[in-house]
């Protein structure tokens, strides 16, 4: 890259991109920050969507999917989770996590939840969903997933994430939401 490119306050002079598979791709700047000085800035941007959904039953109970997670080196409780193509209907996206992931289709959809995940060094973007009216159709697990499944109260996983059970910043943060607009508190 040749000229400057401005980014807001910041200048980039020039960028390369160090790495990419179909998951990121890591890129280097060379930068003027918004104080004037010169700098560096590593950027990993992706090339999906983070999709997640609540699927909640007539009975108010909902999945969790457990999965030993290698960058954490941690076993990790969490709703159904997934990649989306970028371009590709992120709704779209959702209906297929759910059926991979806990075998069930939902003729009710409604976003819940949109958030940045690590705004400082990733450009990843999280869509939420919360799945209605359900019917159970058959889990299709990705080779590269060795999933646990249970089915809980959704009240249950609420309390999961309070007691700092789960950890997993997608499911925390769209369990709260879910559960303010359910109007489920820890004095119920």
Not at 94 to 115: D, F, H, I, Q, T
Not at 117 to 139: I, P, W, Y
Not at 144 to 154: A, C, D, G, Q, R
Request: with cysteine; charged share 25%; aromatic share 8%.
């Amino acid at each position: 890259m040749n000229s400057i490119i401005n980014r807001g306050d910041w200048k980039i002079v020039n960028s390369e991109k160090v790495y990419e598979n179909p998951w990121i791709a890591l890129k280097h700047h060379e930068v003027i920050t918004p104080g004037g000085s010169k700098g560096i800035y590593g950027e990993v941007c992706f090339q999906n969507l983070a999709i997640g959904i609540i699927a909640l039953d007539e009975e108010g109970n909902t999945w969790r999917v457990g999965q030993y997670r290698f960058p954490t080196q941690q076993f990790s409780w969490e709703i159904p989770e997934g990649g989306g193509p970028l371009g590709v209907d992120p709704l779209e996206s959702a209906k297929r996590e759910l059926r991979e992931e806990v075998g069930y289709v939902a003729n009710s959809w409604e976003p819940l939840l949109e958030m940045q995940l690590s705004n400082s060094v990733t450009n990843e973007k999280a869509l939420v969903f919360v799945a209605r009216d359900l019917e159970f159709v058959g889990t299709e697990h990705e080779d590269t997933e060795n999933l646990s499944i249970e089915k809980l109260p959704f009240v249950e996983l609420y309390d999961q994430v309070m007691r700092g059970e789960i950890t997993d910043s997608i499911s925390v943060a769209a369990v709260l939401k879910l559960a303010i607009q359910l109007r489920i508190t820890c004095e119920r």
